[in-house]
């Protein structure tokens, strides 16, 4: 009797945490924001910068110009993702059911 008491209560710990960790309301949002950020190169600890521009060149003004750019638009890109997609991680949080947090899941297979 302990024995089997004590498997049901392994098997319903462990189905709960499987739950909580894949299927619950919040690790959905959490794994909509993930692929959001992904989306939008704003992963943290990712660089998407262009090469370093002098790196070889003997710092040519043009190539540094062009990395100055390159960068400036990634950097505009990532915070652009970063403010789209914690706002729709926030609508989440807000109103699961509502109309942007469904399109964002939807969009992102969350």
């Known amino acids: ?11 319903v710990v462990l189905g709960w945490l499987v739950w909580e960790r894949h299927f619950s309301r919040d690790a959905r949002i959490g794994r909509m924001h993930t692929a959001c950020m992904r989306e939008f190169g704003a992963t943290a600890g990712e660089s998407t910068s262009a ?16 990395k100055g750019a390159a960068d400036a638009l990634t950097s505009l890109r990532q915070g652009v993702g970063s403010a789209v997609c914690g706002m729709a991680r926030d609508a989440c949080k807000r109103d699961y059911d509502g109309q942007v947090c469904q399109a964002a899941l939807a969009r992102t297979g969350g």
């Not at 009797?1 to 098997?11: A, D, K, N, P, Q």
């Not at 090469?51 to 062009?66: C, F, T």
């Open 1 to 11: 009797m302990l024995r089997t008491t004590l498997i049901v209560v392994i098997v």
């Open 51 to 66: 090469p370093d521009a002098r790196a070889g060149n003997g710092g040519d003004p043009a190539a540094a110009i062009a």
